[in-house]
């Protein structure tokens, strides 16, 4: 094994990714309680291009790799670790370190790769299913039958809401400003209605529930999408706040809850886990069964190379992608 590898490092924080390129750096040795991990496949998420600029609650410092959800193969093992072999196939992830050839995770936070997902599907799974499950079930507590309105719904983590909440029985209706991906979310998923937002939402919404409104109400969007979906959610509904790929963080007066009965909920997957442990191990384990079932499946959009890292975060800034980019280490 080389003392170097190629890793995409953030040397400065700047718009447009200008801190971002390609380096040679240190071969990283696992140590004890670690595994030293081949990558072959990790997904480009939200927090991965906000992290470039300094604008996510995460803030390392500099220089660091970025990369949430990997899948890839063990390549070595630190002291005291059982329970893996090297060439196991596995997926795992951490906030930091996955847009690299190799990268050193806690052995604990690593599973097995499901046979039934490739290293991209496997990469493009977690934190996106996560997310969504965490919102729809422990926060909402979503009950078939019930209508879930997805925002953003050709993204990464919407259109895992969209998967999963068709698996939990829910109806749901998928909700984009692109008459495109609406097409392609129905040919990948067939929710029950799809939305285009371009021009409002909310009579198409109330039309679609039969005049009361979406139950649950999925958003990682903000700004004039939440505006609105204040103004078609049903009584005793839940408003999901995942985050705010507008650009602008909304406000709402508080009468409009208490007048209409619903609820808004903060949605932080990881900060749940870390707060709640027992109940974030079930969490994941609860997700990938799911996945080693084939009850959901995430979609890649697609599978760059780590050359073409400045494609795959792109794809995403420009709101182009549906489902999930990936960049291939091994590419």
Request: net charge neutral.
């Amino acid at each position: 094994m080389t003392d170097t590898m190629r890793a995409l490092v953030v040397e400065s924080l700047a718009s447009d990714f200008a801190g971002c390129a390609v380096r040679d750096v240190p071969m990283p040795r696992a140590g004890p309680g670690q595994v030293l991990v081949r990558v072959r496949a990790a997904s480009v998420n939200f927090p991965d291009l906000l992290m470039t600029r300094g604008e996510y609650q995460f803030k390392p410092p500099l220089p660091f790799t970025p990369g949430l959800d990997l899948a890839g193969e063990v390549a070595a093992l630190g002291e005291g670790v059982t329970g893996w072999s090297v060439g196991d196939a596995v997926v795992g992830g951490a906030r930091l370190g996955g847009f690299a050839e190799y990268t050193v995770l806690d052995a604990e936070a690593l599973k097995p790769k499901p046979a039934r997902l490739s290293f991209a599907e496997a990469a493009a799974y977690g934190a996106a299913y996560l997310t969504a499950y965490v919102a729809l079930v422990r926060r909402a507590r979503l009950e078939p039958g019930e209508w879930v309105l997805v925002h953003g719904a050709a993204g990464g983590v919407g259109l895992a809401a969209v998967d999963l909440a068709k698996a939990l029985g829910a109806r749901v209706i998928a909700a984009s400003a692109s008459d495109e991906k609406l097409a392609a979310i129905q040919r990948l998923y067939t929710p029950d209605a799809v939305v285009n937002v371009t021009g409002g939402f909310r009579e198409r919404v109330k039309e679609i529930t039969g005049g009361n409104g979406a139950d649950v109400i999925y958003d990682p969007v903000g700004g004039d999408v939440f505006d609105e979906s204040v103004r078609c959610i049903a009584f005793d509904g839940r408003l999901l706040v995942i985050g705010f790929t507008s650009g602008r963080i909304p406000t709402v007066s508080v009468n409009m809850p208490l007048i209409k009965g619903f609820s808004v909920m903060g949605v932080r997957a990881g900060e749940y886990g870390r707060r709640f442990p027992e109940k974030g191990r079930e969490n994941t384990e609860a997700v990938w069964k799911m996945a080693d079932e084939g009850t959901i499946r995430p979609h890649v959009h697609a599978e760059l190379g780590l050359d073409r890292w400045r494609e795959a975060f792109d794809l995403l800034a420009n709101r182009q992608v549906i489902g999930k980019a990936i960049i291939r280490s091994d590419l």
